[in-house]
């Protein structure tokens, strides 16, 4: 065999190998969808559609069993809606900030500071939730409980600030400077600019952030099994224990429930719902996104 | 002079500024607050004998040796795992795909997992590697799913990294007569060697911190030994604090917040080597 064949199987070999690593990432998610709904499919064996959309209870754990998923969604759903209460004011003001106020040197200081925000680990976040932000808003609010939605949702805004407030800066930062420059030759301030010319024409790169956002609120899972109690309840009362979809995948893993059982299965068709949300708006963001950058090409 | 409305604009332009400030500065000052707290919480508890001890009721007497050990394990072997793959998967997408549907799927593909949340990793560990594959609640199993978690983030970069090397270089490298792989080995891959590493380290230095993820494959609250194989059951820094966390007494309260301490130094350093790196050799190329 001369140099030259054998440097061609030699390169086939190796495409073939880089080919088996850059398919590992779809067998991942064949990995997680055949998971989800192989569990999900023995779990609705047992108990109904009907009763897992509208029971309002979800007591698996309990010797009177009711699977209503709702009370977890719902859960879930507070301390996101609270977590966004924060982070959608905060990331957009600091995103405005940034791009239109900031010099070249505080952003260069200040936005990777924002980012360790992001890069602390949720455990620690759990335990300022719990420790440090619930005893202080019991000081101002007589009754909240120990466990709760609002210190755990506030907390996780704070940690989802950096995402929206970095990808809202970067749509503003990508408005074309000719439309800014329109406004301010029409003596309009810095404000003006930014609420009438760089905002609405951002929108679409803004709106996918904050989509974003909601998809890690909703999928973020030590601060709420720290913070916010182990007690599904369909409610919206943000001073009261709670749990969340993530939260209650945790309560069981903790314990030593069999494989196979009921029990079991319920964290997959828990972990299912989870999914089918986030991929939503993941896709949803994408969508916005994709929209966005169509606009100015 | 009157109060025509375009000094009410510059009021209402200023009155903005200062709050977007405020805004911006909120975030920062959460950060100072949480690191204080912690501080004082935690840092009288922080000694050598904390740091060699395992795990006791007696929250005086406890320490994190298994969990440090175990975080070791756990995340030696996730780099040595995440890294061959993350970066051949980054080097095919690069290099070797064509544009077509195929490529466009397999980007969308890996843009979602980045998306998925971590405690679904933990259930596809579950089920995959704990009962599939039964490697049971052990190291590997730990490291397998934490790979899968931060492989998307690594193929990231990679892409990134290489994507910023010009395409001059490979022009020169193909004319002395060098194939495709000779020319991403010698002359692609060194350069974009420190992007690459830089983006490694810090999905590392995110895998170090998860917590969920760990916990639904069943990773151990309590150990009180250290493991010999990577078949061996583990524990690891973050789930050991919040296991301290979640109970009543203070004195695990404190043990918690030393613990986190110990993490946040940790990530601490990983994230400085990161940030050299990328210093270091920026200053160095300049094409």
């Given amino acids: 065999m001369d140099r030259r064949s054998r440097q061609r199987i030699t390169e086939g070999c190796i495409k073939g190998i880089l080919f088996i690593c850059a398919s590992l990432s779809i067998l991942t998610t064949i990995g997680i969808i055949g998971i989800l709904i192989f ?227 319920t964290i997959f068709a828990a972990g299912m719902t989870l999914f089918v949300f986030t991929l939503a708006l993941n896709l949803m963001s994408h969508w916005l996104k994709e929209r966005f950058r169509e606009e100015y090409r | 002079m009157t109060k025509g409305p375009l000094s009410r604009n510059k009021l209402i332009d200023r009155v903005f500024k200062i709050t977007a400030l405020v805004a911006t500065v909120v975030g920062l000052v959460f950060l100072s607050v949480l690191i204080i707290d912690i501080l004082i919480d935690g840092l009288g508890r922080v000694s050598w004998s904390f740091l060699t001890s395992f795990p006791s009721r007696r929250p005086e007497r406890a320490g994190i040796l298994s969990a440090i050990v175990g975080t070791l394990w756990v995340m030696g072997l996730t780099a040595l795992f995440s890294f061959p793959l993350g970066v051949c998967a980054g080097i095919y997408l690069e290099e070797y795909a064509k544009k077509g549907v195929l490529t466009k799927l397999v980007e969308i593909n890996i843009a979602n997992l980045a998306g998925v949340p971590s405690i679904i990793y933990g259930l596809l560990g579950l089920g995959i590697f704990v009962r599939t594959l039964a490697l049971e609640r052990s190291v590997i199993s730990g490291a397998l799913t934490l790979t899968l978690l931060i492989l998307p983030i690594i193929i990231t970069t990679t892409r990134e990294s290489l994507k910023a090397i010009p395409f001059s270089i490979r022009e020169a490298s193909y004319a002395l007569g060098a194939t495709l792989w000779q020319t991403i080995l010698r002359q692609v891959l060194p350069v974009a060697m420190p992007g690459i590493l830089t983006g490694t380290i810090l999905a590392l230095s995110r895998a170090i911190g998860e917590t969920a993820p760990l916990i639904a494959i069943g990773a151990l609250t309590y150990i009180a030994f250290l493991p010999e194989s990577v078949f061996d059951p583990f524990t690891v820094l973050p789930i050991q604090t919040f296991n301290w966390v979640s109970r009543p007494q203070k004195g695990f309260a404190t043990n918690a917040a030393a613990a986190i301490i110990v993490l946040l130094l940790l990530t601490l350093i990983m994230n400085s080597i990161a940030i050299y790196l990328r210093h270091r050799f920026q200053r160095r190329i300049k094409w």
Wanted: proline content about 7%; charged content about 10%; glycine content about 8%.
């Fill in chain 1, 39 to 265: 569990e999900t499919v023995e779990f609705f064996r047992e108990v109904s559609f009907f009763e897992f959309l509208t029971d309002p209870q979800w007591t698996p754990l309990f010797v009177d069993k009711h699977f209503g998923i709702m009370s977890l969604v719902c859960g879930t759903a507070l301390v996101a809606f609270i977590a966004m209460l924060v982070a959608i004011p905060l990331g957009l003001l600091s995103a405005v900030y940034l791009s239109e106020y900031a010099s070249a040197r505080f952003r260069e200081v200040v936005k990777p500071l924002l980012e360790i925000l992001a890069g602390v680990p949720t455990v620690v976040y759990g335990y300022f939730a719990l420790l440090f932000v619930t005893p202080l808003l019991q000081v101002l609010i007589p009754g909240l409980a120990g466990f709760n939605a609002l210190a755990p949702g506030i907390v996780m805004g704070i940690m989802i600030l950096p995402m929206v407030s970095s990808l809202s800066e970067d749509a503003m930062y990508a408005v074309p400077m000719d439309l800014k420059e329109g406004a301010y030759a029409l003596g309009a301030t810095r404000f003006q600019v930014a609420v009438k010319v760089v905002i609405p024409a951002a929108l679409s790169g803004i709106m996918s952030s904050f989509v974003l956002a909601v998809s890690r609120a909703i999928g973020e899972t030590m601060i709420v099994t720290i913070a916010s109690g182990q007690q599904p309840r369909l409610t919206l009362n943000p001073l009261v224990p709670i749990e969340t979809i993530t939260a209650y995948i945790v309560q069981v893993s903790l314990g030593d429930t069999p494989s196979g059982t009921l029990e079991y299965r």
